[in-house]
């Protein structure tokens, strides 16, 4: 270890205290969760906080979503993208 565990969370932390609220986003938003991924949000919070018309829970993958899970991340990505043309 390089004693550099404490610095690389400040950001994370520092966002989960110290950002405004956003209030009630309208854009319509899709969110494809990871199992593995940093700060999963839990989807009830999403739908009370933004306009959630997509919304997938991935087989796989983490942070890096694009390098760990290409395949299902595109596939979903592919089908918000759909739904958001149908609205």
Known sequence: MTGCAASSI???YG?????PSLGNIQVPIGIARFPHDILPVPKDWIEQHYNLIH???MPYGGHFTAMEAPVPFANALKSFIKQLKSK
């Open 55 to 57: 919304f997938t829970e």
């Open 10 to 12: 400040t950001a994370y």
């Open 15 to 19: 966002n989960t205290n110290t950002l």
